[in-house]
Structure formats: structure tokens, C-alpha cells
Nanobody
Framework: DVQLQGWGRLGAAWGSLRLSCVASGSIFTINKMGWYRQAPGNQRELVAEITKGGSTNYGASVRGRLTVSGDIAKNTAYLEMNSMKPEDTAVYYC???????????????????WGQGTQVTVSS
């Protein structure tokens, strides 16, 4: 089994937040990690992701305000959020695109693992 643990910490600057995510368990290798978010009444959308090679991709609504980083080889990713707006209020889910070791010990399973979500609320 694979577990993703995520948490948040307020940044030093006003309106900033850092989300962290660590994956653990029967992981063979992780291809990329990132975050999706879902606000009430909205569909889940991509926030940001980072690949094992260090390439990054951002959702259109957050581009320029957020920075994703991490050490995928160590199963860790971070999301720095600045100049946050009330429309950033949502549940943020850590996601990992990975190969999981099979329970039989033979082969691997290609899967998308999700964390339980971190509520982020931004008030005006």
C-alpha cells in the first residue's frame, strides 16, 4: 500500500502558505508529484506538479503565484503559495503518479495515489 501525508504551514509573508507532501509505503518509483484542488461546487483541478526530472506544470488559475518543488527521489514535494486570494479557498490534495510494488513481490502497479486533502481557507 502507498500513503501520502500532506500538511500546511503559514509562511513569513502575509498571505503565504507552504504545503508539504511525503509519500511512503510500497513504492517502486515515483514519476511525478503535485497537487489538485477542489472548491465547493467546482470540479477538481490541477494546481501544480513536478516530475522526477524536475519539470513543472501549473494550472492556469495559479500560474505565477505558486511554486512547486521537491525531491521526487525522496518522495517529497512542496507547494509555495503567495499572494493568496479568497478564490484559492479549496481542499488541496497531494497526488503521486507512481509505480507501486506488487503485494506478491512480482511486478509493479502503475497507479495514481491521493492524499486525504488539506483544507485551505483564504478570507478577504
Amino acid at each position: 500500500d502507498v500513503q501520502l501525508q500532506g500538511w500546511g504551514r503559514l509562511g513569513a509573508a502575509w498571505g503565504s502558505l507552504r504545503l508539504s507532501c511525503v509519500a511512503s509505503g510500497s513504492i517502486f518509483t515515483i514519476n511525478k508529484m503535485g497537487w489538485y484542488r477542489q472548491a465547493p461546487g467546482n470540479q477538481r483541478e490541477l494546481v501544480a506538479e513536478i516530475t522526477k526530472g524536475g519539470s513543472t506544470n501549473y494550472g492556469a488559475s495559479v500560474r505565477g503565484r505558486l511554486t512547486v518543488s521537491g525531491d521526487i527521489a525522496k518522495n517529497t514535494a512542496y507547494l509555495e503559495m503567495n499572494s493568496m486570494k479568497p478564490e484559492d479557498t479549496a481542499v488541496y490534495y497531494c497526488v503521486a503518479d507512481l509505480f507501486e510494488r506488487s503485494a506478491t513481490g512480482i511486478g509493479v502497479i502503475d497507479r495514481l495515489a491521493w492524499g486525504q486533502g488539506t483544507q485551505v481557507t483564504v478570507s478577504s
